[in-house]
């Protein structure tokens, strides 16, 4: 079964960094596109960051020049490094991939999301 889980959120204050990682594991074919959205309480979930297979990148207005999406295929992982954060960053960020599985069960291209995982930042 594929699984992709979020980590490396937490309270930091305004000005602050962090480095949210996320990974995908089981049944994995490939990884196509991967993103990364983010949603406010009583907000709708925003798409904040797309990396692709080779690397290519976009933003969200509200954070360029501030995040930086990369990632590793070999370790089926995507990064957000999230800089000079703002009060206004506070959300749950979850990570969004394309997967091609080879289980019975999920086989072929799907799209996975993880349970998210919370940015607080405090003013």
């Known amino acids: 079964q594929v699984r992709v889980a979020e980590s490396g959120g937490g309270l930091v204050q305004a000005g602050g960094s962090l480095r949210l990682s996320c990974v995908a594991s089981g049944s994995i074919l490939s990884i196509n596109g991967m993103r990364w959205y983010r949603q406010a309480p009583g907000a709708q979930r925003d798409l904040v960051a797309t990396?692709?297979?080779?690397?290519?990148?976009a933003y969200a207005d509200s954070v360029k020049g501030r995040f930086t999406i990369s990632r590793d295929n070999a370790k089926k992982q995507v990064y957000l490094q999230v800089n000079s954060l703002k009060p206004e960053d506070t959300a749950v960020y979850y990570c969004?991939?394309?997967?091609?599985?080879?289980?019975?069960?999920?086989?072929?291209?799907?799209?996975?999301w993880g349970q998210g995982t919370q940015v607080t930042v405090s003013s």
């Open positions: 990396i692709g297979r080779g690397g290519d990148t």
């Open positions: 969004n991939a394309d997967i091609t599985s080879y289980s019975s069960t999920e086989y072929g291209l799907r799209s996975y």
